[in-house]
């Protein structure tokens, strides 16, 4: 079965340091990758994506993801936390073609991610 | 302001009416998505439409139907055979360019709405 796994329901750092929210997946083909962001009681936001290429991808307010295809994994990074960080972290992973062609994204459970001052 | 829409923000339902979930979009895209978000369980995918007049159930369709009769609009209409439609109500939407012709996979980002929380007295 195809899945996508955030394997900590909770992230806890302090403001300044680095942080990293983990995703591996379990898909055919070459996978499409997405990171989105969650306030409380309000839509997912968009972060950033991996489709092909670098496997560094930069993406808004200064977060980061690494593509790692032999470990299968797609964690979030970011070099220096903020307060206003603190939020519900989403991955979600859509099948290459070349795997089983679908327009349906996968989404992990989330995880909590809370920036301490 | 472009961008999507839903509404109402809130939603209370007696047991074994039906009720509409609103969403519209002034993006032009061509695909929209309805997903169900329950606590610890992420989103999971109900209907999707990749073109107007055509949609496809997603995992969870049961209880659940939708149309999409124009290209900014996809409502969901929650019905008295969802047995427990208490949940946060997503709708997405996206431009639908395919890598590999028709059947293949989009790579274009979602975007979503704000949500609809619906609640059963």
């Known amino acids: 079965a195809q899945s996508v796994a955030q394997p900590e329901d909770q992230v806890n750092v302090a403001e300044g340091n680095p942080l990293t929210v983990k995703c591996t997946y379990s898909?055919?083909?070459?996978?499409?990758l997405f990171w989105y962001v969650q306030y409380p009681n309000r839509g997912l936001q968009f972060l950033l994506k991996?489709?092909?290429?670098?496997?560094l991808v930069k993406g808004s307010y200064g977060f980061e993801a690494e593509f790692n295809k032999s470990q299968t994994s797609f964690h979030l990074k970011k070099p220096s936390a903020l307060v206003s960080d603190s939020a519900l972290y989403f991955c979600?992973?859509?099948?290459?073609?070349?795997?089983?062609?679908?327009?349906?994204?996968?989404f992990g459970t989330g995880t909590l991610l809370a920036v301490q001052p | 302001d472009g961008g999507i829409t839903q509404s109402p923000k809130y939603l209370f339902r007696k047991e074994g009416q039906n009720v509409t979930l609103s969403c519209e979009q002034n993006?032009?895209?061509?695909?929209m998505y309805w997903y169900r978000q329950d606590p610890g369980q992420g989103l999971r995918l109900i209907y999707y439409?990749?073109?107007?007049?055509?949609?496809q159930k997603g995992d969870i369709a049961e209880g659940y139907s939708v149309s999409r009769e124009k290209k900014e609009s996809f409502p969901l209409t929650v019905t008295s055979a969802q047995k427990n439609p208490t949940a946060f109500y997503l709708c997405?939407?996206?431009?639908?360019?395919?890598?590999?012709?028709?059947?293949?996979?989009?790579?274009?980002?979602?975007?979503f709405g704000p949500g609809t929380r619906l609640t059963v007295l």
């Open positions: 991996y489709i092909t290429g670098d496997n």
């Open positions: 439409s990749q073109i107007v007049n055509d949609f």
């Open positions: 898909v055919s083909g070459n996978p499409y």
């Open positions: 979600a992973v859509r099948p290459g073609w070349d795997g089983g062609a679908t327009n349906k994204l996968i």
């Open positions: 997405a939407s996206s431009i639908d360019k395919r890598t590999g012709g028709l059947a293949g996979a989009s790579t274009d980002t979602q975007y």
């Open positions: 993006l032009n895209h061509d695909a």
